[in-house]
């Protein structure tokens, strides 16, 4: 007669039905632990979303004699931001296995794995709809459309094609996101205006330097990805070069809304300023570089943008002439 062996506590407990449903639901619960709100905020990009509102929040006041009209306002930058949120997502979705590869980027929520796909591109479609019918119904179908418009631009045309084929993917694909200051103008007046592309060639030219600079510091992980960033495909010190130039440019067409007198001499004084922090910048990332430079020129390119805009919105109510 063979000897019954006694079995383990710790190997019978695991292999009792008992201890099995239990794990089972610890499995479970935190499976659901992983996804929260606090996801589904990261992939909106919300830093991002809010400089965009914030430019187009100054496209609608300089649009504006006086005060914006309340539902253009607040309509307007709900629509904007729905749609530019939607964009964000998609490009959650489409480079999460980019994102998987790069430090920067590794833990978001998709490419990490804690929001799926399928919930992700439904967030997406969700917000863009919204945006879109807020923008149709109480602003206008003009501003609708240039702001879907806008979403294709960055979330297809350069996430899903410009980043992979060219190194100067952000150049062309910068004006999908260079549009706001015009979506807010057009919210507020219903018509594209001379003064509008001006404030879209202002954020145009502002964007290959300032996303420049990050390629610089994150060069290896883009290299690892594959993903043909300029200082990939022509090396960082040609990068540094373009940064310069660009940030040259970026001066003089910073000049042009005092010249043509769309503003007046705050305006005048503030850019030059602004300017002239981001010429120091470029100037040490080009010729007296520390591994950190890259980084500070990037960060001070945000804080330019940033106050650039809300010195405009300073000199349009408070007139300042020679």
């Known amino acids: ?51 965009l509102l914030l430019t187009a929040l100054v496209g609608m006041c300089l649009a504006s ?37 790069m430090a920067r980027t590794f833990n978001r929520p998709v490419a990490k794995g804690k929001v799926s796909i399928a919930k992700a591109s439904w967030f997406a479609a969700a917000l863009g709809v919204m945006g879109f019918v807020v923008l149709s119904i109480w602003v206008n179908m003009l501003t609708a459309w240039l702001t879907l418009a806008s979403l294709v631009g960055y979330a297809v045309v350069y996430t899903m094609f410009l980043k992979r084929a060219t190194p100067q993917n ?25 003064h509008a592309l001006l404030l879209v060639l202002i954020v145009f030219t502002w964007t290959p330097p300032h996303f420049w600079a990050l390629a610089i510091h994150r060069e290896k992980d883009y290299a690892k990805a594959k993903v043909p960033m300029l200082p990939v495909t022509h090396g960082v010190e040609f ?60 960060k001070f390119s945000i804080v330019h943008l940033m106050v650039l805009f809300v010195v405009l919105l300073l000199d349009h109510y408070v007139p300042l002439s020679l």
């Open 65 to 101: 004699p006086g005060w914006v009209d309340a539902t253009a306002l607040v309509c307007g930058l709900l629509g904007i931001g729905m749609l530019s949120a939607s964009a964000a997502v998609i490009n959650h979705v489409v480079d999460h296995k980019i994102d998987s590869q």
């Open 239 to 298: 990068t540094k070069t373009s940064v310069l130039l660009y940030t040259v440019l970026l001066s003089l067409v910073c000049l042009l809304p005092y010249l043509v007198g769309m503003s007046d001499l705050i305006y005048l004084i503030g850019s030059s300023l602004l300017n002239i922090g981001f010429m120091y910048y470029a100037v040490k990332l080009k010729f007296a570089a520390t591994s950190q430079t890259a980084m500070k020129t990037f």
């Open 1 to 51: 007669m063979a000897k019954s062996i006694p079995l383990n506590n710790s190997v019978a407990a695991k292999h009792s039905p008992i201890s099995q449903t239990k794990s089972n639901s610890q499995v479970k619960s935190r499976s659901h632990a992983k996804i929260s709100w606090r996801d589904y905020y990261e992939m909106i990009k919300p830093n991002v979303v809010m400089l």
């Open 170 to 194: 952000i150049v062309i694909g910068g004006i999908a996101g260079a549009a706001p200051p015009l979506l807010g103008w057009t919210a507020v007046t219903g018509e594209i205006h001379a």
